[in-house]
């Protein structure tokens, strides 16, 4: 086992880190919570806490590192980054998921236990309820005083068993709401809020098992915990209350964007102040260049006044605009002058095409059908990240446990050598069979087994062309070689035969699609990861992300009408979507919808006017 001194250890996959990164890194006895903007390597200091925390020793066997995202790509992002820098034994150690795969996790191994009647035996199905279905529900047993929104926010925050004593019809129809989803005939359905309270319920009651979870993780991260809601830190709160566990937590309040479900008001104050936390505030920014961060900077003034000036770290590598409103006469107009734009980008070399996001502001499919023929004239395919296979969309498909199991043994099987992918499958092959790192034997033995799979596959590959049904036959191919209970016991978000088929059935209906249409295994490999196609996705979607040039897809004042300064939230989203651009970020702007948005005109100090095939361009810096 390699251990470093805390002396000697160096951060590791970058340049160095900011001397306040340093100090929050260094912190190990006190919980701390760094606060930063966009782009200020808050998650990449995760990844290198992480790191130093496993091969220092001060995370020592068999404790473990517990490390909660909002998004899985996030999660899984987050896992890779320490699997690349620490060996396996270390790695392992850090188990990096989301909130709902924590709460989940924890509902699926202790259901039994849970006080009753929430024990209730049976399967159950995950729900996730509409405004009309709480509604409806409200319809059907008579309360006619209580909202929607109101029955909502109690299911979110109110402590189970739900108070009998209580006679208000809120509260009435909260505990009929609950009776009917575990009684109300068939099968249980759970939202993720309830299983949180079914969670909190049950580590509140079980002391038990509250001190093994504590035994286990002494060391706690929160990514993005600006969006932290109050019934998850309420659950956190109790999972670790009366233990030592060190947190740090990072985030960025102009990034809050989920306030509508439920994220705290407060979060930072309160942080500080129930875990005695250190505020430590990082002033770089790593992703975007010094123009850009210019132009966020103005943003972020918007949000909050009193914001610092942050250094832009990026280097500009474009010459010309780096963001402008784009004006049009017909969305037609807008479609193909943008197509053209991105295919003289891509072919000039400048940019790939999956560099390129198109941002929009929601409704992904309709926008898809709207742009996507202009785009596939010119030869280059969108991607919306947003669209569901079966029952998953892509984007949590591509960050699912399995996929990333899958597609670098495809990879391998593709092509003659890939490094990359060998060190991956073999990083999951051992930890899926439970290898024991200290057993060479053991470990030897896998990898020649794995080393003749990866054989047989391509020698399947290559006697197969990608069609739909040779996709589905060499997902089998590597189901098998893996096993599903394998797979099962691995994750705990597979142990559930519901869980575990919706995404596997999402995976092989994204590969016989890819398949379908690509001459060779590699290119369908790249059409499923979204290689060569320009992204297209909601802003709430974009968070976490970066990507070199941005488009802004019919920003005006009819789609876009709640963006002004005064709507919080809006604004928020719209600065994290902003901020994910590295070089370049654009507006595009369709007289048919509506006007341009001033506040956002003024911002870039428009220079001047110029006209490109009847199209008006306003140009910024
Ligand atoms: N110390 C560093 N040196 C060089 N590059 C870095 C460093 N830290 C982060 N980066 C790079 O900067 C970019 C932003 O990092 P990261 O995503 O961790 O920031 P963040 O603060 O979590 O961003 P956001 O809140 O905007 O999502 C990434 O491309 C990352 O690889």
């Given at each position: 086992m390699t251990r470093v001194s805390k002396d000697d250890w160096v951060p590791q996959g970058?340049?160095?880190?900011?001397?306040?990164?340093?100090?929050?890194?260094?912190?190990t006895e006190s919980s701390v919570l760094v606060t930063a903007g966009a782009g200020a390597g808050k998650t990449e200091f995760l990844a290198q806490k992480a790191t130093y925390l496993l091969q220092t020793g001060i995370c020592p066997a068999p404790k473990r590192i517990l490390a909660i995202?909002?998004?899985?790509?996030?999660?899984?992002?987050?896992?890779?980054?320490?699997?690349?820098?620490?060996?396996?034994?270390?790695?392992?150690?850090?188990?990096s998921m989301t909130?709902?795969?924590?709460?989940?996790?924890?509902?699926?191994?202790?259901?039994?236990?849970?006080?009753?009647?929430?024990?209730?035996?049976?399967?159950?199905?995950?729900?996730?309820?509409?405004r009309r279905d709480y509604d409806d529900f409200l319809e059907r047993h008579g309360y006619h005083g209580v909202s929607a929104q109101r029955l909502e926010k109690r299911?979110?925050?109110?402590?189970?068993?739900?108070?009998?004593?209580?006679?208000?019809?809120?509260?009435?129809?909260?505990?009929?709401?609950?009776?009917?989803?575990?009684?109300?005939?068939?099968?249980?359905?759970?939202?993720?809020?309830?299983?949180?309270?079914?969670?909190?319920?049950?580590?509140?009651?079980?002391?038990?098992?509250?001190?093994?979870?504590?035994?286990?993780?002494?060391?706690?991260?929160?990514?993005?915990?600006?969006?932290?809601?109050?019934?998850?830190?309420?659950?956190?709160?109790?999972?670790f209350d009366g233990s030592d566990a060190i947190f740090t937590a990072v985030g960025d309040d102009k990034q809050r964007i989920m306030g509508w479900a439920g994220a705290m008001n407060d979060a930072f104050a309160q942080f500080e102040n129930d875990f005695g936390a250190r505020r430590i505030s990082l002033l770089s920014n790593w992703r975007s260049h010094e123009d850009l961060v210019r132009i966020q900077h103005e943003i972020a003034r918007r949000i909050d006044d009193n914001v610092e000036e942050v250094q832009a770290q990026g280097i500009r590598e474009i010459e010309g605009e780096i963001s402008a409103?784009?004006?049009?006469?017909?969305?037609?107009?807008?479609?193909?002058?943008?197509?053209?734009?991105?295919?003289?980008?891509?072919?000039?070399?400048?940019?790939?095409?999956?560099?390129?996001?198109?941002?929009?502001?929601?409704?992904?499919?309709?926008?898809?059908?709207?742009?996507?023929?202009?785009?596939?004239?010119?030869?280059?395919?969108?991607?919306?990240?947003?669209?569901?296979?079966?029952?998953?969309?892509?984007?949590?498909?591509?960050?699912?446990?399995?996929?990333?199991?899958?597609?670098?043994?495809?990879?391998?099987?593709?092509?003659?050598r890939s490094p990359e992918n060998w060190a991956l499958a073999q990083q999951n092959?051992?930890?899926?069979?439970?290898?024991?790192?200290?057993?060479?034997?053991?470990?030897?033995?896998?990898?020649?087994?794995?080393?003749?799979?990866?054989?047989?596959?391509?020698?399947?590959?290559?006697?197969?062309?990608?069609?739909p049904d040779s996709a589905e036959a060499i997902a089998e191919v590597l189901l098998e070689f893996v096993s599903p209970p394998a797979l099962r016991q691995s994750f705990a978000a597979y142990q559930r035969e519901r869980d575990f088929e919706r995404v596997w059935s999402g995976f092989v209906t994204l590969l016989k699609e890819c398949a379908e249409h690509s001459s060779s295994?590699?290119?369908?490999?790249?059409?499923?990861?979204?290689?060569?196609?320009?992204?297209?996705?909601t802003v709430h979607k974009s968070k976490g992300l970066e990507f070199h040039t941005m488009i802004f897809y019919g920003l005006d004042n009819q789609t876009w009408w709640s963006l002004t300064p005064q709507r919080?939230?809006?604004?928020?989203?719209?600065?994290?979507?902003?901020?994910?651009?590295?070089?370049?970020?654009?507006?595009?702007?369709?007289?048919?919808?509506?006007r341009a948005i001033g506040w956002i005109q003024q911002l870039l100090a428009p220079a001047g006017v110029e006209t490109i095939d009847g199209t008006t361009i306003l140009g910024a810096t």
């Open positions: 970058v340049g160095g880190l900011e001397s306040r990164a340093w100090e929050a890194l260094r912190e995202s909002f998004k899985k790509d996030a999660a899984r992002n987050l896992a890779e980054r320490v699997a690349k820098r620490c060996p396996r034994d270390q790695a392992r150690r850090f188990d909130f709902d795969a924590f709460t989940k996790g924890l509902l699926d191994r202790f259901r039994p236990t849970i006080p009753e009647p929430f024990n209730a035996h049976g399967t159950y199905q995950i729900v996730t309820p509409f299911v979110q925050l109110t402590d189970l068993p739900i108070d009998q004593s209580n006679g208000s019809e809120l509260h009435r129809a909260l505990a009929d709401y609950w009776h009917e989803q575990f009684f109300g005939g068939g099968e249980i359905s759970l939202s993720f809020p309830m299983i949180n309270r079914l969670v909190k319920l049950l580590l509140q009651e079980n002391s038990y098992i509250r001190r093994a979870l504590q035994a286990t993780y002494s060391i706690v991260f929160l990514d993005e915990y600006q969006d932290t809601t109050y019934a998850q830190y309420d659950m956190l709160q109790t999972a409103i784009w004006q049009f006469r017909s969305t037609d107009d807008e479609n193909n002058y943008l197509a053209k734009w991105v295919s003289r980008e891509v072919q000039s070399g400048r940019v790939e095409p999956h560099d390129v996001a198109i941002l929009i502001r929601m409704r992904a499919d309709q926008v898809e059908g709207e742009v996507a023929p202009a785009f596939a004239a010119r030869g280059l395919w969108i991607r919306n990240a947003a669209r569901s296979v079966g029952e998953i969309q892509i984007q949590d498909l591509l960050g699912e446990e399995l996929t990333g199991i899958f597609v670098p043994l495809l990879r391998l099987g593709a092509t003659d092959y051992l930890f899926l069979e439970a290898a024991d790192p200290d057993n060479d034997l053991t470990q030897e033995r896998l990898l020649v087994k794995l080393e003749a799979f990866v054989r047989h596959l391509r020698a399947e590959l290559a006697r197969r062309q990608p069609d295994w590699t290119e369908a490999l790249d059409e499923f990861e979204g290689i060569g196609q320009v992204a297209l996705m919080g939230e809006e604004l928020n989203t719209f600065f994290v979507a902003f901020t994910r651009a590295k070089q370049r970020a654009f507006f595009s702007q369709c007289v048919e919808r509506g």
